[in-house]
């Protein structure tokens, strides 16, 4: 089978800063949109470089999020403590949690100095308490490695193959340590996806996605596919320059 540009929904923006700005804008529609249709926003959020700039916009333009009925969860986390520099939650704290209104109850945290299966199994209950057995997010914002890993559901590991569980540890043999992600089965349930792509270090691989053959242990964003719910790529012209 073969993914290519015919059938992905994709936007291509003319540089950074714009891609950015787009994710911030659909994320704030997003929020508004399910606040009116069902009373909240249950949004996961990724870590790594690429987003860091929407999350600059949305902390600086707060006031068109309700964050008082936004449940903030994340869509994978090292395996450290949350002050670490490698915590995404310190991450995506400090660029945008410490700044907006949004209840801290709502701030829900893998908890990265767990033990990896436990911290896993925790965060579970957790989106099951606020979303019920068969939780669905309104929408979870991704981004992809050079390696096309997303979430941390890395090439050629085993959380790739999950079937039930909802969040679990990934041993990422290639870093030589675990990390905390959720699961396909779970980001497949998604109202919306949005996976956010810029640089040209990302241009080959986003190629390879797009047009290559479908292997998900080789390509795992391959694997986004939600199955009644809507996937953006937002990509910059540099990620873009080799489709
Ligand atoms: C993380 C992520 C991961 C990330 C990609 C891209 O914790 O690193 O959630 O899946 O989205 O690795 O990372 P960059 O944006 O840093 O290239």
Known sequence: MTMNLKHANILICEDEATAAQEAADRFACAAVRSVAEHGRFCVALSGGST??????????????????????????????????????????????????????????RLEGEMS?????????????KVMGYDPRFDMIVLGMGSDSHTASLFPYTPALHETGRHAVSNYIHKLGM?????????????????VLVTGQAKAETLAAVMSGDEDMDMHPVQNVKPTH???????????ASKL
């Open 51 to 108: 987003p860091k700039g929407m999350y600059g916009l949305l902390a600086e333009h707060h006031s068109f999020v309700p964050w008082y009925q936004t449940e903030l969860f994340f869509a994978d986390e090292r395996c450290v403590p949350p002050e670490s520099p490698e915590s995404n939650y310190r991450m995506i704290y400090d660029l945008l949690i410490s700044t907006v209104p949004i209840p801290e109850v709502n701030v829900h």
């Open 116 to 128: 990896p299966e436990i911290a896993a199994e925790r965060y579970e209950q957790e989106m099951h």
């Open 178 to 194: 675990h990390r905390l992600t959720l699961t396909f089965p779970l980001i497949n349930r998604a109202h919306s996806v949005i």
């Open 229 to 239: 719910g809507r996937m953006l790529w937002i990509v910059d012209c540099e990620a």
